[in-house]
C-alpha cells in the first residue's frame, strides 16, 4: 500500500536506531505518544490495551488525515486496502460474531448489566481494528471518552479490556461495524479457528493473535534476510 501513509505510534521514548531505522528505511513514519489518557489502575486486565485508545486520539487530535484506520501489531496487509479506505465512509469495526452462550460476549453483557443497567443484547467488537473518517473518528472518541470516565466514576472496570469500550461506544452511537469484510482474526493451533468467512475473498488484513512468537518472528526475520 504504497499510497498510504504508515505511523507506528509508541510510547517507547527512545526507540533504539535499530529499529527506527528500520522503519525509516521501510518508508513508514515512527511517532512517540505518551500512555496519558484512558489509563487505568496497575491491576487492571489488558492494562496497556487502552493505549490503542489513546493513540487513536492522538492521530485524530492531529487532523492530519482524511480516513484513519488503526490495526494491533500483530497483524499482517495481505492485500492492498483500495477497498477498504473507499468502503469506510462511517466507522468500521470487527464483529466478533459470538452467540450468547459465547464466553466472551456473556461476559461483555453481564458486565453492561452489572455497571450500568443496560440488558440490551449488543454485540461485542474487538480491539484490533478500527477505521472511518476524521470526523467521525472524533465523536466516536468522545463516546468512548464517556463511556471510560464512567467506569472510572463508578470505580470498576472491565476484564475484556479496551473491547469494552470500543463495543458499549459503539453500541451507544448505533455504529454496525462493517469492518470484518476486510479484516479477519485467525487462531492458529492444534485447532485451527477463524471468526468469519469472508477471509475467502477480499479480506486484506489477517490478525494473528497466537503467531507473536512464531509465524509473524520468522516472517520479520524472512523480510530482513530477503528485503
Not at 489509563?39 to 488525515?65: M, Q, R
Not at 453483557?109 to 473518517?133: C, S, T, V
Not at 470516565?149 to 469494552?164: T, W
Amino acid at each position: 500500500n504504497p499510497d498510504v501513509d504508515c505511523i507506528l505510534i509508541t510510547n517507547i521514548k527512545n526507540l533504539p536506531d535499530q529499529y527506527r531505522n528500520l522503519y525509516i528505511e521501510a518508508g513508514i513514519q515512527v511517532r512517540y505518544v505518551e500512555f496519558n489518557k484512558f489509563v487505568f489502575a496497575d491491576e487492571t486486565p489488558w492494562k496497556f490495551a487502552y493505549y490503542k485508545l489513546c493513540a487513536l486520539s492522538n492521530i485524530v487530535a492531529l487532523g492530519n488525515h482524511d480516513k484513519i484506520i488503526l490495526v494491533d501489531v500483530d497483524t499482517v496487509f495481505v492485500r492492498p486496502i483500495d477497498q477498504l479506505i473507499d468502503d469506510c465512509d462511517d466507522i468500521m469495526l470487527y464483529c466478533c460474531s459470538y452467540p450468547l452462550s459465547h464466553q466472551d460476549r456473556r461476559v461483555f453483557l453481564d458486565e453492561i448489566d452489572n455497571f450500568f443497567h443496560d440488558n440490551r443484547k449488543l454485540l461485542y467488537y474487538g480491539g484490533e481494528f478500527i477505521a472511518g473518517p476524521l470526523e467521525k473518528l472524533r465523536l466516536y472518541l468522545v463516546e468512548c471518552e464517556n463511556v471510560y470516565e464512567a467506569l472510572q466514576k463508578k470505580h470498576v472496570y472491565s476484564v475484556r479490556g479496551d473491547e469494552f469500550i470500543w463495543s458499549y461506544a459503539a453500541a451507544n452511537l448505533k455504529i454496525k461495524g462493517g469492518g470484518n469484510a476486510y479484516i479477519n482474526r485467525l487462531w492458529t493451533g492444534r485447532v485451527y479457528e477463524t471468526t468469519n468467512l469472508a477471509w475467502r475473498y477480499d479480506v486484506c488484513i489477517l490478525h494473528l493473535p497466537s503467531e507473536k512468537q512464531t509465524g509473524l518472528y520468522w516472517v520479520y526475520k524472512f523480510i530482513k534476510k530477503h528485503n
